[in-house]
């Protein structure tokens, strides 16, 4: 059983959809069974938009109820090429009773109730692959338990087809787009950018905030680990073409946890122009070794937290005689006794405000923090050791309020 999802680059023009048709009519005939996720045919839901007026006066509900045309429209011209093609082809339209994609009433970013979803899904979806046919369903679009139409927001496609994989239980997602697969850089800035064959969910989310071509950020704590998605190019015709096949499961939607079991320590290293120094900062981060967790530097220091173990005292004795045998080193200083509270979540970047609630949470408790760090998806917050399960709680129940 494959999931398809068709973006729509790849349904841009007549060309572009016959060849969609014909690489779906190719699985068909081997007996496979296909459901189809697809997007707004090209620049069609930046069209409805613009005929509004970009939609300023409307109220969210309407705005909604027009977007939402776009894969409606797409579902309908899918469902219908394939039926052309002698294959037996339903589309599922918001409007319809047995509709699977239930959604709360966040209108614009509608976020999928996913046991609902799941549940309908099984109960409308399922029998109509038994029976031979394949559904066309428009990703981006939902509905509200009050039966409104909804709109997922960006991703919505990627996170439609990655909830019926779910509760299909799918051998495999196909995301066909425009590029070749997920690349190791943006080509915009990179010439050289190349496909990489393979790469794991944790390793993705680390470059969920660049401008590379992958599964949308949103959709991805919807996979289920057991179940890979292949990210393939529009242009040959084929779903079993090579691509990028992407692996493991996703983060939750919220984690908070304690490193343990050691403590941590923040060393200090002052030196002079310290990021030009490059055999003095290789010194520094070699002897670190595994006990580095993290590092933060500008112009003339270094902060390394490093772990707390027995040989932190050896360890920090060499790092200052590195410092004094260098004629760019000054000094050393050492903070004991801290906890990393690590905070991770998918498209944790995008939500304002992350920080602040942080600080407003352990401020309220009297707590301090020692250091803040960022990276993609991940907050890492040092706090005193001895008060550090209670920080972890403060900190889930701000995030999950907020």
Not at 24 to 50: C, D, F, K, P
């Amino acid at each position: 059983m494959l999931i398809v999802k068709f973006g729509g680059s790849s349904l841009s023009n007549q060309n572009r959809i016959n060849l969609a048709v014909a690489s779906v009519a190719r699985e068909y005939s081997r007996g496979s069974r296909v459901v189809i996720v697809v997007s707004a045919v090209g620049n069609t839901t930046n069209q409805l938009l613009q005929l509004t007026n970009g939609g300023a006066e409307l109220v969210e509900t309407d705005k909604d109820d027009i977007l939402a045309m776009g894969e409606r429209t797409s579902a309908r011209i899918f469902a219908a090429s394939l039926k052309s093609r002698g294959m037996q082809a339903r589309y599922y339209d918001p409007s319809d009773r047995d509709w699977p994609i239930i959604t709360d009433d966040n209108f614009l970013n509608a976020n999928p109730l996913e046991s609902k979803s799941i549940q309908r899904i099984r109960r409308y979806v399922k029998p109509v692959l038994g029976d031979g046919v394949i559904p066309v369903i428009g990703g981006f679009i939902g509905r509200t338990r009050d039966g409104r139409i909804s709109t997922l927001g960006r991703g919505g496609s990627d996170t439609t087809a990655l909830l019926l994989s779910k509760a299909l239980e799918a051998d495999e997602v196909v995301f066909v787009t425009n590029v070749r697969g997920i690349l190791s850089a943006d080509p915009n800035l990179v010439g050289n950018a190349r496909v990489l064959p393979r790469i794991d969910m944790k390793t993705l989310i680390g470059i969920a905030d660049t401008g590379i071509k992958f599964v949308h950020r949103k959709a991805l704590r919807f996979k289920d680990p057991k179940i890979n998605i292949r990210v393939i190019s529009n242009t040959n015709g084929k779903l079993d073409s090579p691509g990028t096949l992407v692996t493991g499961g996703g983060l939750p939607q919220l984690e908070v946890t304690v490193n343990n079991p050691h403590p941590v320590a923040s060393v200090t290293i002052v030196g002079t122009g310290l990021p030009h120094q490059p055999k003095l900062v290789q010194k520094i981060s070699k002897l670190a070794g595994p006990s580095l967790v993290a590092v933060s530097q500008d112009s003339n220091s270094a902060i390394l937290y490093m772990k707390q173990t027995p040989k932190l005292q050896q360890q920090i004795t060499r790092l200052h005689n590195a410092i004094l045998n260098d004629p760019h080193g000054i000094a050393l200083a050492a903070r004991m006794g801290m906890a990393l509270v690590t905070i991770r979540s998918v498209g944790l970047e995008e939500r304002p405000g992350v920080i602040a609630s942080v600080s407003d949470a352990l401020r309220s408790a009297n707590i301090n923090m020692f250091g803040v760090l960022t990276i993609t998806s991940s907050v890492l917050v040092f706090v005193d050791w001895k008060v550090r399960r209670k920080a972890a709680v403060l900190i889930r129940s701000s995030l999950e309020r907020n």
